[in-house]
């Protein structure tokens, strides 16, 4: 039988995890109401095997895999137009703080989105971990369930590709 | 700015995350979906169970069937599918209404009680998220007390998670035929003890059978006993079903009750069998409607869905199935017109309405409006002389109330 004490282990973690799930999926699928069902997907089944998964060292590790997962199937199947998912990420971003504000975080927002829509559903995720989660390449192959090789030629590939997408050019240093 | 910092800020911006409410409203959606997952898992070794029973010759293989997946067709992973299974389509009956007390918690932030709540607090809760349900003479949830729902039904609202009701009356059969079907968590052998030790119904009690689906019934079909108990506003026995631990039924004629079961055991046509009306379930649900209204898509017509997502402000979430992709956008321009512009001798909507949401995909056309009027939102639509939408002929979904 679930307790208080498990369920309020489990909101905890989910306070924690879950904005991250959101924003990691997000990135993945470049669609914010997908991300939503994809982050409330993996949570639901954490929660669901809570008993036996509150014993892993990392429960939320676990529940990040299943989203990235999940994201990477969904985008793979996906049939939005790359444009759909821009013009939605701009109204979202443009939704708060003032105009101007807005407008300029839109424009970066969109350039990346845009750019992201170029690479392929794994060059995606590995690109999201390794820039907006900063983790190392070891973690990111557990994740992704490859080794660390092939996650750094889908960072390799996915940099210059959003650098081409981006309009810039890869240095030496870059 | 580097490539690596362009990015990093890129995705930040990008990826903006729930703010704290939209976090806790997930959570109360992730326990939900987490709750029903682990019952339906209970529900699947117990099937197992039965069947090693089986073939030790010990059990009947009747309860094998009311385990198998349901075949209802759907587009994505719905939430409502469970309780559309043992919901017949029946000639003449234009549509059904859902209420989703789970998503109505969520959408206006309710959060459900704990096991050990009082009364009190579980009637606060359950004003809150049931805001929309009209008050009625079949199965007034609204107005009933927990103790009165279990001392002739064995079960209570906390554990009531949504509900679907059709009206099949007027439609060539004498009497009254109205069914509500109820998904949450519900204990059969509670139920049993209830309906056997209710004070007032119980001597008119049987158990019979359809199908090999056992189900209470009182008194005959639609026969009123003249005595009003609080369930039984209208004096009619009724008859309950209970499918699983997950599903019942409760209805006043016999005729819906085994069109139920036939649906359940996918005997009959079920209104989300058509893909067009499930078309129409998933963009009303995925919208996150805590009720909805649909109307059952006919060959050659067009059909309604329409749905209310309570909160502040209050949601509109209209979804239309035209005949063709040229009606859709003619229908979709229409509603822009009505909403934003109104017409040349009218008053726009748009001073209580915003559309927000808008889409148009081949005959489908789905639409989110935020409503900030001060009346009932559904009078607010019905009420101005030109209306926000129309479609073509279809019967309009009879929604009985509970």
């Known amino acids: 039988m679930r307790t208080m004490a498990d369920d309020a282990d489990f909101d905890e973690l989910f306070r924690r995890e879950y904005p991250r799930l959101r924003r990691l999926a997000h990135s993945i699928v470049g669609d914010g109401e997908v991300a939503r069902e994809v982050a409330q997907e993996a949570m639901t089944r954490l929660y669901a095997d809570w008993r036996r998964l509150s014993k892993l060292e990392r429960p939320g590790a676990w529940a990040r895999r299943v989203a990235i997962r999940e994201a990477v199937r969904v985008r793979e199947r996906a049939t939005v137009p790359a444009g759909t998912a821009a013009r939605l990420s701009v109204e979202w971003v443009s939704g708060s703080g003032d105009a101007g504000a807005a407008q300029a975080a839109a424009a970066v927002a969109l350039d990346v989105r845009r750019a992201l829509s170029t690479l392929s559903p794994m060059q995606r995720a590995a690109v999201a971990l390794y820039y907006l989660e900063d983790l190392p ?34 240095t030496n240093d870059d | 700015m580097t490539i690596d910092e362009r990015l990093r800020e890129g995705l930040r911006l990008d990826a903006q995350g729930p703010d704290g409410a939209e976090i806790e409203r997930d959570l109360l959606v992730v326990r939900a979906r987490g709750g ?5 898992r209970a529900g699947a070794r117990m099937a197992v169970a039965a069947v090693v029973l089986v073939v030790m010759g010990l059990v009947a293989t009747s309860l094998i069937g009311q385990e198998e997946e349901t075949n209802v067709t759907t587009s994505r992973d719905s939430t409502w599918k469970q309780i559309l299974r043992p919901l017949p389509r029946i000639e003449g009956v234009g549509g059904f209404a859902i209420q989703d007390f789970v998503q109505g ?20 809760y359950w004003d809150q998220v049931s805001s929309g349900l009209p008050a009625g003479t079949f199965l007034p949830l609204k107005t009933l007390s927990a103790e009165q729902l279990r001392t ?15 009206d099949a009356s007027g439609t060539g059969r004498p009497g009254l035929h109205r069914l509500a079907i109820l998904e949450g968590d519900f204990d059969p052998e509670v139920i049993e003890a209830a309906v056997k030790a209710d004070p007032v119904w119980s001597a008119q009690l049987e158990t019979t059978a359809h199908s090999g689906v056992d189900y209470y019934a009182w008194g005959d079909d639609s026969m009123v006993i003249e005595k009003r108990t609080p369930v039984r506003t209208l004096g009619i026995g009724g008859r309950l079903i209970v499918f ?20 359940w055991t996918g005997a009959q046509d079920r209104f989300a069998d058509d893909t067009r009306t ?8 995925s919208r996150h409607a805590d009720w909805a209204s649909i109307t059952a898509a006919q060959p050659g017509k067009s059909a309604l869905g329409f749905g209310v997502h309570s909160g502040s402000p209050t949601e509109l979430i209209l979804a239309l199935h035209e005949v063709s992709p040229n009606a859709a956008e003619q229908a979709a321009s ?10 040349t001798d009218e008053v726009a909507y748009r001073d209580q309405f915003a559309i927000t949401q808008f889409e148009v995909n081949g005959t489908l ?16 639509i019905s009420a101005r002389r030109v209306p926000m939408f129309a479609f073509d002929s279809a019967p309009t979904a009879r929604d009985p109330g509970p």
């Open chain 2, 152 to 166: 002739e039904l064995g079960f209570e609202h906390s554990q009531v998670a949504r509900m679907v009701t059709i």
């Open chain 2, 365 to 380: 056309v789905a639409a989110r409006l935020t409503y900030t009027g001060d009346r009932p939102l559904l009078d607010a």
């Open chain 2, 36 to 40: 029903r997952v682990r019952r339906r």
């Open chain 2, 244 to 263: 699983d631990r997950t599903t019942v039924a409760w209805t006043t004629s016999t005729f819906l009750a085994e069109a139920a079961i036939d649906a």
């Open chain 2, 105 to 124: 918690a969520v959408n206006v932030g309710a959060r459900k009680p704990s096991e050990g709540a009082t009364d009190e607090e579980r009637a606060a």
């Open chain 2, 278 to 285: 499930q078309e129409l379930i998933d963009a009303v649900e």
């Open chain 2, 334 to 343: 229409s509603l822009r017109t009505a909403v934003e512009d109104g017409r």
């Open chain 1, 137 to 170: 390449v070891e973690e990111i192959a557990d994740d992704l369930d490859c080794d660390a090789s092939t996650v750094r030629v889908h960072l390799s590939r996915g940099r210059r590709n959003l650098a081409a997408a981006l309009g810039e050019e890869l």
